[in-house]
């Protein structure tokens, strides 16, 4: 156990952005002092996994503070829930802002979190990133969406757009992965710094997506957002945001089937099949980024096919050859 007096509180923002809240399903009994007390993360530099703490408030306080080994953190993991009251709580006690791509899963988050909301008085804004990267489409049906759903939309974007970062940094790559902090945490940070009230930022970030995404907590501070950050629909299947998405009405999209991530097309992670579904809906963006490849520093190339590059001039010779 950490004794609070005398130590770097790092925690003090997370204690601020609970206060006032009961959010039960984060509530668990502590494997290290065996007290009930919050489950919490504290974001360090390097890693993907963040480590695990039981926060012990009493009178609104932390008064304690258990850092969890691997195996404990392990356990409590597997205990933490969200709940629909946690998420009708922070809905009336914050204000809610969704981080909406268009994609299936922030679709189904920001259709739940409306229909929460209709026992609440608030207004549910939604927050779409234009990372300058992404297909016009896309963005089109974002406000479609919002529309039917009578939901508030604020479009934010980067102060320089992605082309004229990329021609000053290099492709964004697995090792020099800039676009992600340049392209989306940077916008959205900016706008909610203008918010005054105490906030929260529900997104669509769900357990199966991943190995890593698994082991996050639901319910956590963002230190760059500096407010609460829930996914709603953490726990959710694949077939739970089908079904919600099928049964509710949602108007859906082509981009849908495509299997990829339509609002930002930086290169990152994207596949071969990924530009030539590109190639197929929208060339202009296809040359702009094969030109942004072509003036590329360090040589990079978007595709690597058995360890080989792939130039998109090159797949584009193939598509028209017809070997694609």
């Known amino acids: 156990m950490i004794e609070v007096s005398g130590q770097n509180k790092w925690w003090k923002p997370i204690e601020d952005s609970i206060s006032g809240i009961e959010l039960k399903g984060l509530k668990v009994k502590c494997p290290k002092c065996n007290e009930t007390g919050i489950v919490a993360t504290r974001w360090i530099k390097g890693p993907a996994l963040k480590p695990i703490y039981i926060l012990h408030v009493k009178w609104k306080k932390v008064r304690n503070v258990c850092r969890l080994n691997k195996e404990q953190s392990k356990s409590v993991r597997d205990k933490v ?170 108007p859906k999209t082509l981009l849908h089937s495509l299997g990829t991530s339509t609002e930002c097309w930086c290169g990152a992670y994207k596949t071969e099949s990924d530009f030539i579904k590109l190639y197929e809906l929208n060339k202009e963006l296809f040359h702009k980024l094969s030109e942004i490849e072509k003036q590329n520093k360090n040589r990079y190339t978007f595709i690597y096919k058995k360890g080989k590059k792939v130039p998109l001039l090159s797949l584009e010779k193939q598509i028209l050859s017809g070997k694609k």
């Open 81 to 250: 829930s969200v709940l629909e009251s946690d998420i009708t709580n922070l809905l009336e006690k914050r204000k809610p802002f969704v981080l909406f791509s268009g994609g299936k899963d922030s679709l189904a988050t920001l259709a739940y979190l409306k229909s929460i909301k209709k026992k609440t008085r608030k207004t549910l804004t939604a927050i779409y990133v234009d990372t300058t990267a992404g297909l016009p489409e896309n963005m089109d049906y974002i406000k479609k969406v919002c529309d039917y759903l009578k939901v508030k939309l604020e479009i934010v974007r980067p102060k320089e757009d992605y082309f004229t970062l990329a021609k000053k940094w290099g492709i964004p790559s697995f090792k020099f992965r800039w676009c992600c902090r340049e392209l989306k945490i940077k916008p959205i940070e900016k706008y909610l710094s203008s918010i005054e009230k105490p906030k929260v930022v529900f997104d669509g970030i769900r357990a199966a997506e991943s190995q890593i995404r698994k082991q996050y907590i639901p319910i956590w501070y963002h230190p760059s957002f500096k407010c609460l950050s829930a996914s709603p629909i953490f726990y959710w299947s694949d077939q739970d945001v089908h079904a919600y998405i099928n049964n509710n009405g949602i």
